[in-house]
């Protein structure tokens, strides 16, 4: 269901799955131009995590697969996108890469993912939390493709609780909306309420990352524990 947000107690904007698709799609040409340097040092980090993990990795979200040369060659990859265009852009770069880790590029919906349950040794989420329309459900899929004792890795907006960021990010909000991005919605309290809902899994770390402190390195790990209820 799309998800319809109040804003100042007036006005609704949409954010379901189409827009979301459109405006990636429009992305798409320039994307790497845009948010190549300004994410990258978050990507290096991400990938640093999985790397040590190593195994077979989702990346959901996976755009234009700018990520996709950082992942360590034994790691196998299978990235996933709702947006055919930013794929194509994937699909090219893996090309012209010659990567040979990547298992597959596949357009899928991060709330419904097609694979079966522990799929995966990494679920991992760029930038990608906060674009999906109904986020808990897409943190649920995630977790559900996991394997017990991998780690969901996700890069992601935390919102200001107060003061003169949260002012700033609820005024940005219709602003940067039909541009696929949400900046006032995601509080720490929000990924926390998640998790307590979440059957077997636990917070394994929780670091900021530059630009500005708006976003984190957030690491999930399911335990062992889930796999025998
Ligand atoms: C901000 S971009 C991040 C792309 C890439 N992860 C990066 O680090 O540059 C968000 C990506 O999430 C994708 N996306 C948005 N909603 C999605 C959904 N429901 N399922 C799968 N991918 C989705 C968009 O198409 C886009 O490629």
């Known amino acids: 269901m799309a998800d319809i947000i109040k804003l100042d107690g007036a006005r609704q904007l949409d954010f379901d799955r189409e827009t979301v698709e459109q405006a990636y799609d429009r992305w798409a040409p320039v994307y790497d ?3 190549g340097g300004v994410f990258s040092k978050g990507r290096k980090a991400a990938i640093a995590a999985t790397n040590k993990i190593g195994g077979r990795v989702l990346e959901v979200g996976v755009g ?3 990520s996709l040369p950082l992942y360590a060659p034994h790691l196998r990859i299978f990235g996933t996108d709702i947006s055919e265009a930013m794929l194509q852009k994937a699909k090219k770069r893996v090309d012209e890469f010659g990567l040979k880790n990547i298992e597959g590029l596949a357009v899928m919906d991060a709330e419904n993912l097609e694979f079966p349950d ?3 040794d990494v679920v991992m989420a760029q930038y990608v939390v906060t674009a999906v329309p109904n986020p808990e459900k897409a943190l649920d899929e995630f977790a559900r493709v996991l394997r017990p004792g991998g780690e969901l890795i996700i890069l ?3 919102s200001a ?3 003169m ?3 700033i990010e609820q005024r940005l909000q219709p602003v940067v909306r039909p541009l696929g991005f949400r900046t006032a919605e995601f509080a720490w309290s929000r990924y926390a309420q ?3 809902g979440a059957r077997g899994m636990e917070l394994a770390e929780r670091r900021l990352i530059p630009p500005l402190g708006h976003f984190s390195l957030v690491r999930f790990r399911k335990t062992d524990v889930a796999a025998a209820a």
Do not use: E, K, M, Y
Request: overall charge positive.
């Open 64 to 66: 234009t697969g700018i």
């Open 156 to 158: 992601t907006r935390v």
């Open 118 to 120: 522990d799929s995966f």
């Open 194 to 196: 998640w998790l307590a």
């Open 165 to 167: 960021r949260r002012f």
């Open 161 to 163: 609780d107060a003061g």
């Open 33 to 35: 131009l845009v948010f």
